[in-house]
């Protein structure tokens, strides 16, 4: 028998927990934000790469695009993260539902979605939001990496849609322009 045996993946941390080594994990019992921290800390040593949560609006707004057309623009914005960025795994369980056939107009839907959506975000490295605006599915999903203390990639202020060609290193990139604007805003106020 192998340490894995009888152990179960805490839904918070993603850490084994109980087993043969009786692994400790205590995310389900109330544990602090350092606890949680922690544990993540300890998960990101054992993964062999970056894995993002690709982020985009759903709904349709009065006078905007449509749920099909906000569809279509999120795998554009997915292929150009995967071009820009050949290390990082990029995932959008989101599009899978929808193409399923997940009516995001449905509350009951939704909901389920957002949920399915924050157990796969909890499992990331980061999120990296896109598509011009940030929805409240998004301000959820924002919420939580920034709880769990996650890369966020802010790709909003491009616009709608992804950049034509490909741009190796972009999200380092952006990375540099927010900490360049901090940096000037803190000397210029």
Not at 69 to 90: H, Y
Request: contains cysteine; aromatic residues 4%; proline residues 5%.
């Amino acid at each position: 028998m192998g340490s894995r045996d009888h152990a179960v993946e805490c839904d918070i941390c993603g850490l084994l927990r109980g087993g043969l080594n009786n692994i400790p994990c205590n995310c389900d019992v109330g544990a602090t934000g350092e606890i949680i921290a922690d544990a993540i800390r300890v998960r990101a040593r054992f993964d062999r790469g970056r894995v993002l949560f690709l982020a985009h609006p759903v709904a349709a707004l009065h006078n905007g695009p449509t749920v099909l057309g906000n569809i279509v623009n999120a795998k554009a914005w997915l292929r150009w993260l995967m071009l820009s960025e050949p290390e990082v795994a990029f995932i959008a369980p989101w599009l899978t539902a929808i193409d399923a056939g997940a009516d995001d107009s449905d509350p009951a839907q939704r909901e389920r979605g957002i949920r399915d959506n924050e157990a796969v975000l909890a499992r990331c490295n980061g999120i990296v939001l896109v598509g011009g605006r940030i929805s409240s599915g998004m301000q959820r999903e924002l919420a939580l990496a920034t709880k769990l203390d996650q890369d966020v990639d802010d790709l909003t202020f491009i616009g709608y849609r992804p950049p034509a060609a490909p741009i190796v290193g972009a999200l380092s990139m952006a990375h540099e322009a927010v900490l360049q604007a901090a940096h000037w805003e803190a000397r210029h106020g």
